[in-house]
């Protein structure tokens, strides 16, 4: 309820996304417009958690609530501070100021908070092989660790994103997608634990000339996000029939180094050094 006249809230900030084990400031700044602050209420749901009256003998009066962990030290009017958060922390947090007498004029504002687990493993990249050939159908699996929410998937082929137009099958089905030309991305949910999930990407790509470089190789990598707030990746070397590596004075010096020069003057030097012995 906005009052028409008098006191407002100019700003709330309230974080949208928060990891778990986090800890957060809740802020909440009022223009007064000449009146006296009668409280300042913070509620989560349907659940008031914290109260600051200016005028009462104890100014900050805080309610126990499931996820609510308030710091009064470092609480005050402006500002609330809540550690250990956890899922049971997420949902609708509102700020809302109300005027001393005479007027008694209300204002508030919600915000929503979501709190996520991080993964604390890579996900999982499985294939058949690690040899393959343009013109083959490249498949692949990859999962995610179990987390809350569960992760999202992404593919890539040397570092460009497979394109989302030609993605099939983006639902929480849990049925996988098999497809013999293009690409095609299935995905698959698991339970967990106290509603964490895993997401299972299945994909399945024609490979082409230019999905390898000069030297017959490819780096397939899998990628699990959750609105930027955390990034972990898996990478699996794809080669092509033939490939070679190094050869072992490239291994030993690199292709830059300057050793083989060196090499043919002591070779020169032998030589010369043999034919005035002769």
Known sequence: MRGTAG?????????????????????????????????LNWWRGSEQFYQFSPSSEDQITVWESPGITVDEGKSERDVVVLHN?????????KCEVLADHPSFEKDSEITYMEVVDEPKQDPKVSLERLQWSPGEVLKANCTSPVTRPPSDLNWFINGEKVSQWSMQGQGMSGRGLDVGVGVGV???????????????????????????????????SCDATYKKLYSRTSKVHLIKPGYKTAAPSQKLYGEGSSSGPGVLVWILMVATLAAFTL
């Open 85 to 93: 958060i956890s899922h049971s922390t997420s949902g609708n947090f």
């Open 186 to 220: 299935g995905v698959g949910v698991g339970v967990g634990d106290m509603g964490s999930r895993s997401r299972t990407s299945q994909l399945n790509l024609v490979l082409r000339e230019t999905h390898f470089t000069l030297g017959g190789q490819s780096v397939l």
């Open 7 to 39: 006191i407002r809230i100019t700003e709330m900030h309230v974080p949208r996304l928060v990891k778990v084990g986090s800890t957060v400031k809740l802020a909440c700044r009022v223009d007064l417009q000449g009146a006296s602050l009668y409280s």
